[in-house]
């Protein structure tokens, strides 16, 4: 399937997990969707960690990208 183009949160989630269901490790799921976003269109897209409310292994460990 191909990966969508755009920047959005929704576009990098999808393509993340079009790269996932067709076998690539998550690093690289990630890697991949980052510069179809970047690629999109001018601009830089950012991986930073925010702080959640709540706590446990469901929330340990996530990312959330900022757009430009």
């Known amino acids: 399937m191909p990966l969508k183009k755009g920047k959005s949160q ?17 690093k690289q799921a990630v890697a991949i969707a980052m510069r ?5 269109g001018g601009g830089e897209v950012k991986r930073t960690r925010k702080k959640i409310k709540g706590g446990g292994a469901a929330t340990k460990g ?3 990208y900022e757009i430009d």
Not at 10 to 26: F, L, Q, V
Not at 36 to 40: D, P, V
């Open 10 to 26: 929704k576009a990098i989630s999808d393509n993340i997990r079009t790269e996932m269901k067709s076998g690539k490790p998550h």
């Open 62 to 64: 996530l990312f959330f």
């Open 36 to 40: 179809t976003a970047k690629m999109a």
